[in-house]
């Protein structure tokens, strides 16, 4: 799909890897619309596209309710157009192991509101936004483009049975969709990042960095960009679907 006028929604858009993302595509010519729960950072990420030349538009949303992503979705429609694309995006973490025990005793387990919030936000919002944007690209009788963002850790990691296990449902949701909506012309396809350089790693101690990048066989943490060159790969090649582009320096947990 050519980007030139198309309108391609990011859920959250307003920073890191969302923002990366909208300066990609917009520097190809694509209309974005930017959602995310922080109005604040979404009115300096539309702020910082417009310095670049790029038509973008806030909207706040929280994806995991039903209410705010319809009605995000219906304003993207009246205030741009019917979307051409989306970039299922918005993400969070709430780490800890299933059980914590010692000398035999169980001090600490995952607790039930971690688990749900991770998987509300992570797998829920990408349900809730891949349908309305389907409704939408079907409705507008144009062909379509889903990107989902999966993650290395869909294969399992150690304290995250949270976040491991929504985006592993985004892969398979994402070979689904691919089957399912092929007839209307849409295609649907997954990036799933390794270790990227964001907020969340530069919070982190020099030690457990200097640990985390060394098990990268390419010796760094990824780029915003090298995802963002990832997403737009999906976007544009037309004979991509239903497959999950692994992006991580060759690590494998």
């Known amino acids: 799909m050519k980007l030139d006028n198309t309108v391609i929604a990011i859920t959250g858009g307003a920073r890191g890897l969302g923002l990366a993302m909208a300066k990609r595509l917009g520097s190809q010519g694509a209309r974005l619309a930017l959602l995310d729960m922080d109005g604040d950072s979404l009115d300096d990420a539309v702020s910082d596209l417009h310095a670049d030349g790029i038509e973008a538009r806030g909207f706040m949303v929280n994806v995991a309710d039903e209410a705010s992503v319809k009605q995000a979705f219906g304003d993207i429609a009246t205030s741009l157009a019917p979307i051409h ?49 389907s409704v939408q690209m079907i409705e507008a009788g144009h062909r379509g483009v889903i990107v989902n963002i999966s993650s290395i850790s869909r294969a399992g990691n150690m304290g995250q049975s949270n976040y491991a296990a929504a985006k592993a449902g985004v892969v398979a949701l994402t070979t689904t969709w691919a089957s399912e909506l092929a007839r209307y012309g849409i295609r649907v396809g997954a990036v799933a990042p390794g270790f990227i350089e964001t907020e969340m790693t530069a919070s982190m101690r020099q030690d457990m960095l200097d640990k985390l990048t060394a098990g990268v066989p390419l010796g760094r943490l990824g780029d915003p960009q090298d995802i963002a060159e990832s997403v737009a790969f999906v976007m544009t090649n037309d004979y991509f679907t239903g497959r999950v582009i692994e992006c991580d320096g060759g690590l494998r947990l």
């Open 85 to 133: 694309g989306l970039v299922n995006n918005a993400g969070i973490v709430k780490d800890g192991l299933l059980v914590k025990a010692k000398d035999g005793k169980v001090e600490k387990t995952l607790p039930l509101d971690k688990w749900q919030q991770v998987i509300d936000v992570n797998l829920t919002g990408v349900f809730l936004c891949g349908r309305e944007a």
